[in-house]
């Protein structure tokens, strides 16, 4: 099992930054990718940024030149800084962890979430 711990969040004016971080423990070797999600109300959950196993960031189109994502290998941590953020950011933000284990003739996958942190976005 995998725990995630958020932390950041919070309230801004349009226009300003947060940042959201998430730390990992329990059976973090078998952590494959790391990112965070969001949901507003009314809406699915949806990407916002992610970094797989290599390293490799992938970005929403609404999170791109605003939004960088980091991830901590050694600390088993995940770090959203947001810019320049917009009441349409308004949602609940929930750090993602894939675990991947098994064979390779068959693998094993599992998700797992935070509980979620408000990200508020006033005019």
């Known amino acids: 099992q995998v725990q995630l711990v958020e932390s950041g969040g919070g309230l801004v004016e349009a226009g300003g930054s947060l940042t959201l971080s998430c730390a990992a423990s329990g059976g973090t070797r078998s952590i494959n990718d790391m990112g965070w999600y969001r949901q507003a109300p009314g809406k699915q959950r949806e990407l916002v940024a992610g970094v797989d196993s290599d390293g490799i960031a992938k970005y929403a189109d609404f999170a791109k030149g605003r939004f960088t994502i980091w991830r901590d290998f050694s600390k088993n941590t995940v770090t959203l800084q947001m810019n320049s953020l917009k009441p349409e950011d308004t949602a609940v933000y929930f750090c993602?962890?894939?675990?991947?284990?098994?064979?390779?003739?068959?693998?094993?996958?599992?998700?797992?979430w935070g509980q979620g942190t408000q990200v508020t976005v006033s005019l």
């Open positions: 993602n962890a894939v675990s991947k284990w098994g064979p390779v003739e068959r693998i094993f996958e599992k998700d797992f």
